[in-house]
T-cell receptor, first 112, second 113 residues
Framework: DQQVKQNSPSLSVQEGRISILNCDYTNSMFDYFLWYKKYPAEGPTFLISISSIKDKNEDGRFTVFLNKSAKHLSLHIVPSQPGDSAVYFCAASEGNTDKLIFGTGTRLQVFP | KAGVTQTPRYLIKTRGQQVTLSCSPISGHRSVSWYQQTPGQGLQFLFEYFSETQRNKGNFPGRFSGRQFSNSRSEMNVSTLELGDSALYLC????????????FGEGSRLTVL
């Protein structure tokens, strides 16, 4: 039972344009939703998060939107840069714990 | 500030052997969690320790175990290794505020032959 799903394994975007990464979840008890970025041969790096009581959180070029009724969240990167090319993981947590449920990741490629 | 340090970075074992992986969290972080990353299953939660107590455990067989020491350093052990245990094992630390913001190490890549 995959509670967090990323249905797009890959995404290719031109530099300067918007990148939109999507994530769906099934557990309505999740408290936090997060995005992590991972480069090859490195551990994941925290990017941005959103509490379940909010619907939007913005940090520079990165914005996460949460639609609780649809159990859907998305990450917008504007403008996209070649250095953003990495695998992006959506994750969720529930309760007083650091246990994260991860999606399978979306590989973003930003080309010049 | 030093990041999360995992040792060893790479190791090769044979079926039936056991392995111990080590993790040193960021100074001041009291929570350490472990994840397994494989191409087929993605990132899967193994266990979480906070102040030397296991706070949560993932859906892995009893061959997988861990512990945390009083200095917050953590170890995980896998006994009776199977081919399917080949994976990248990632350790992450946090202050323990349960916001999900974790700091990951670079991982220990285990190959079981």
């Amino acid at each position: 039972d995959q509670q967090v799903k990323q249905n797009s394994p890959s995404l290719s975007v031109q530099e300067g344009r918007i990148s939109i990464l999507n994530c769906d979840y099934t557990n309505s008890m999740f408290d936090y939703f997060l995005w992590y970025k991972k480069y090859p041969a490195e551990g994941p790096t925290f990017l941005i998060s959103i509490s379940s009581i909010k619907d939007k959180n913005e940090d520079g070029r990165f914005t996460v939107f949460l639609n609780k009724s649809a159990k859907h969240l998305s990450l917008h990167i504007v403008p996209s840069q070649p250095g953003d090319s990495a695998v992006y993981f959506c994750a969720a947590s529930e309760g007083n714990t650091d246990k994260l449920i991860f999606g399978t990741g979306t590989r973003l490629q930003v080309f010049p | 500030k030093a990041g999360v340090t995992q040792t060893p970075r790479y190791l090769i074992k044979t079926r039936g052997q056991q392995v111990t992986l080590s993790c040193s969290p960021i100074s001041g972080h009291r929570s350490v969690s472990w994840y397994q990353q494989t191409p087929g299953q993605g990132l899967q939660f193994l266990f979480e320790y906070f102040s030397e107590t296991q706070r949560n455990k993932g859906n892995f067989p009893g061959r997988f175990s861990g512990r945390q020491f009083s200095n917050s350093r953590s170890e995980m052990n896998v006994s009776t290794l199977e081919l399917g245990d080949s994976a990248l094992y990632l350790c992450a630390s946090s202050l323990g505020g349960a916001t999900g913001e974790l700091f990951f190490g670079e991982g220990s890549r285990l190959t079981v032959l």
